[in-house]
T-cell receptor
Framework: AQSVAQPEDQVNVAEGNPLTVKCTYS??????LFWYVQYPNRGLQFLLK??????LVKGSYGFEAEFNKSQTSFHLKKPSALVSDSALYFC?????????FGPGTRLSVLP | DSGVTQTPKHLITATGQRVTLRCSPR?????VYWYQQSLDQGLQFLIH???????AKGNILERFSAQQFPDLHSELNLSSLELGDSALYFC?????????????FGDGTRLSIL
């Protein structure tokens, strides 16, 4: 069955440092993957998606993600973290008319 | 502001009751998606409507139903409520019915079952 894992519940990073939020997936067939971010008491906001094509996907607010088929991963990255990036991040897999969400990773960027 | 409006913001009710959650999509968006976010099950996709027609069903219980009206607003009906239905319910909208379009989320309705 299709699934999404985010192996880290919490990621802490200092402001100005690069950040990575990890995501791995399991699916039979081609994966279609998204990253969304959720700020406190708000709905989710779209960051980026991978459908086909380049393995490096650029998205909103300076975020990018690297798709790696051999490692079944889709890690979210940003070269220089901001305090305002502190939020809950979700990796999402689309398969068979269903959206499967990872458990979320809480990112804290420390000033 | 995403442009998606959900009402009410909070709802408190008792087991066995029925409630209706309402969603108004962004202007021009024809698709509405419903999601449930709970502490024990995380985020789950419930159902997708496009221009009044059901397009896809996810992990939606039989006690739950939804519809999308001609003015494109959508309602999620939850009946015979159980304690485990306590959750944050989100709707999201997108312009077309293609699944790969970014979705714009409302701020949710928090449902508490006592």
């Amino acid at each position: 069955a299709q699934s999404v894992a985010q192996p880290e519940d919490q990621v802490n990073v200092a402001e100005g440092n690069p950040l990575t939020v990890k995501c791995t997936y399991s699916v039979s067939g081609n994966p279609y993957l998204f990253w969304y971010v959720q700020y406190p008491n708000r709905g989710l906001q779209f960051l980026l998606k991978y459908i086909t094509g380049d393995n490096l996907v650029k998205g909103s607010y300076g975020f990018e993600a690297e798709f790696n088929k051999s490692q079944t991963s889709f890690h979210l990255k940003k070269p220089s973290a901001l305090v305002s990036d502190s939020a809950l991040y979700f990796c999402v897999l689309y398969y068979g008319q269903n959206f499967v969400f990872g458990p979320g990773t809480r990112l804290s960027v420390l000033p | 502001d995403s442009g998606v409006t959900q009402t009410p913001k909070h709802l408190i009710t008792a087991t066995g009751q029925r409630v209706t959650l309402r969603c108004s999509p962004r202007s021009g968006d024809l698709s509405v998606y419903w999601y449930q976010q709970s502490l024990d099950q995380g985020l789950q996709f419930l159902i997708h409507y496009y221009n009044g027609e059901e397009r896809a069903k996810g992990n939606i219980l039989e006690r739950f139903s939804a519809q999308q009206f001609p003015d494109l607003h959508s309602e999620l009906n939850l009946s015979s409520l159980e304690l485990g239905d306590s959750a944050l319910y989100f709707c999201a909208s997108s312009p077309g019915d293609e699944w790969n379009q970014p979705q714009h989320f409302g701020d949710g309705t928090r449902l508490s079952i006592l």
